[in-house]
């Protein structure tokens, strides 16, 4: 069975080494090379082929931003996973790594025992490597249970009042594909699950709303959702909706993980159907593993709206993967195409059913 080549690039001794004990204890991984700068990393790729690179952001000679886009001229297949700290200049610097071409991104440690360091490069890298590594490498993977199609409905679908928008992996440079689709605020308040660390998402947020001009913002508790309202949950903390009378508020907290996120889809899409009941349009889109699934059954059972994006156009198809499979989904569609399908369907106003297999269902497209 093949192995993921990896390639380590960081100016970091400790780094280095903590990426090669992780390694050294993933049957499915061999490190075939490490370098300590970018340019170093540029010849050792034609050097030793590898198929994933995962590299520092800050190093001296040729940095990381330099690096991937050097990078992306002969390799733009290559996946490449980002290594970050927790700092706003290096969340900042992840987002634009992001928007160059970036696969995806890990935090560095932040203190704490070597063994600790060591558990959380596991934790976060090991998993980014099977999914974008060599296919086989890590394993059969289980079948699908059924052919992803959208669900057909026996009732005419109600008014949408709130979206609910899930993603992780791949997430912020789709969100700002979506919203620099929509020409103007929506008619209904959208919340936002973006699997990020704290800082990030803030950042993504302001990056959101100054690339779309409108109105986004990381959630702080407390917010009275209105029409044209788009809010973000903030890292490490679940993002809950709350009816009070006439009004619906955010409402934060740091309860468990869930599907080992925080914040998770799932929390916030249970709590926008205990607060909207079935006027809820659910969003899925790219993204590792499966949190927003039991969200979305919660959303279907009470008679709301699941729009997920397709396989094709997702960089990891793990959460709307999940619900398509699951036979939950009303419209499995491209990238392209999701602002469209929040446009037609998050008007405030009831929809014709659609018809049975089809997988945009008709309706006005955006204004």
């Known amino acids: 069975m093949p192995k993921t080549r990896v390639l380590v690039v960081d100016d970091s001794v400790v780094i280095r080494r903590l990426i090669a004990d992780a390694l050294s204890a993933e049957p499915s991984c061999e490190l075939v090379g490490s370098a300590a700068n970018g340019k170093i990393a540029l010849a050792k790729i034609l050097q030793v082929n590898p198929d994933i690179v995962t590299m520092d952001i800050e190093m001296p000679e040729m940095d990381g931003l330099t690096t991937l886009a050097e990078i992306r001229k002969t390799h733009p297949k290559l996946p490449v996973i980002m290594f970050s700290t927790l700092t706003e200049r290096a969340a900042a610097a992840t987002l634009k790594a992001l928007t160059l071409g970036a696969t995806d991104y890990v935090t560095k ?48 679908l109600g008014r949408i009042d709130v979206v609910a928008i899930g993603c992780s ?23 936002i699950v973006q699997h990020m660390p704290p800082v990030f998402t803030r950042l993504l947020a302001e990056r959101l709303r100054a690339q779309s001009g409108l109105s986004v913002h990381e959630a702080k ?147």
């Open 169 to 191: 992996t791949g997430g912020p440079n789709a969100l700002t594909a979506v919203f620099e689709k929509i020409p103007a605020p929506l008619a209904v308040p959208v919340v």
């Open 221 to 367: 508790g407390g917010e009275t959702l209105a029409p044209g309202g788009i809010w973000v949950a903030p890292g490490d903390h679940h993002m809950i909706v709350r009816r009070e009378g006439t009004e619906f508020r955010l409402a934060l907290h740091q309860g468990p993980q869930e599907n080992s996120c925080r914040p998770a889809a799932d929390v916030l899409f249970r709590s926008v159907v205990d607060a909207y009941g079935g006027n809820v349009l659910g969003v899925v889109m790219t993204g590792m593993g499966y949190d927003g699934l039991r969200g979305c059954e919660h959303v279907r059972e009470a008679g709301g709206q699941i729009v997920v994006q397709d396989e094709a156009t997702s960089v990891v198809w793990g959460m709307p993967g999940a619900v398509a499979t699951a036979g939950l989904a009303d419209a499995i569609v491209p990238l392209n195409q999701i602002a469209v399908e929040i446009c037609r369907r998050a008007t405030g106003k009831p929809r014709p059913t659609p018809r049975t297999g089809s997988l945009s269902p008709g309706g006005d497209p955006c204004p």
């Open 109 to 156: 440690p932040s203190g704490g025992s070597l063994e600790a360091s060591l558990q959380q490069v596991r934790e976060q890298l090991l998993p980014k490597l099977r999914a974008f590594g060599v296919p086989g490498a890590a394993g059969p993977r289980p079948p699908a249970p059924m052919v992803a199609r959208p669900a057909p409905r026996s009732a005419p």
